[in-house]
């Protein structure tokens, strides 16, 4: 069975400063996705990164980098240079080969500090 | 750039009527989906659907109905509504199936039944 586990309920972090946000997960799958969404306060999901189970490389863009540890089923979210609009909650995702759900973690409040 | 509208955004229900929210897409994605969002969680799938006229449970499906006569739409029905249905609602939508899609997510809709 998939599972997405996101250890940091919480997260305060200075402006300016880089942070990682955590994210394990659980599949039996060789073939999946996993993927980084953005909640403001305002409510939307917001799409940040992906990184699929075959890329050789980690994924980046712009500020936002994915540390992707295969081995230890690990896709940790790397921003770099956090800004006060950081502030919000961030879910890891993960979408099995064939599977028509996107299985969410619990999400990390990620709160920027001026 | 619309993307996946829905509508309403806020909607106050009393146990036991009924409602439509409404979901239209202008990215001609054939995959469509429901998700709910309770407070302190991560989304959990209601329905799907891979195409016009096609649609298909999720993992929490009770309580809900949906259909799909075009690409654009995606409506979700509660019928006799619960206080258990007291959630975020997200319409989303991808282009293709396969775990590298990426799915894109309206805004969200809030509903409480009382």
């Known amino acids: 069975a998939q599972k997405i586990t996101q250890t940091q309920p919480g997260m305060f972090v200075q402006e300016k400063e880089a942070v990682t946000l955590d994210c394990t997960y659980d599949t039996s799958d060789p073939s999946y996705g996993l993927f980084w969404y953005k909640q403001p306060s305002s409510g939307e999901m917001i799409f940040l990164i992906y990184q699929g189970s075959y890329d050789q490389q980690n994924a980046t863009e712009g500020r936002y980098s994915l540390n992707f540890q295969k081995a230890r089923k690990s896709a940790n979210l790397v921003i770099s240079a956090s800004q006060l609009g950081d502030s919000a909650m961030y879910f890891c995702?993960?979408?099995?080969?064939?599977?028509?759900?996107?299985?969410f973690g619990q999400g990390t409040r990620l709160t920027i500090n001026p | 750039n619309a993307g996946v509208t829905q509508t309403p955004k806020f909607r106050i229900l009393k146990i036991g009527q009924s409602m439509t929210l409404q979901c239209t897409q202008d990215?001609?994605?054939?995959?469509m989906y429901w998700y709910r969002q309770d407070p302190g969680m991560g989304l959990k799938l209601i329905y799907y659907?891979?195409?016009?006229?096609?649609?298909d449970k999720g993992e929490v499906p009770n309580g809900y109905n949906v259909s799909r006569s075009t690409t654009e739409d995606f409506p979700l029905r509660l019928e006799l509504a619960a206080p258990s249905q007291t959630s975020v609602y997200f319409c989303a939508s991808s282009y293709e199936a396969g775990y590298s899609a990426t799915i894109y997510f309206g805004e969200g809709s809030w509903l409480t039944v009382v």
């Open positions: 990215m001609n994605h054939n995959y």
């Open positions: 995702a993960m979408r099995e080969g064939g599977a028509q759900k996107l299985v």
């Open positions: 659907s891979v195409g016009a006229g096609i649609t």
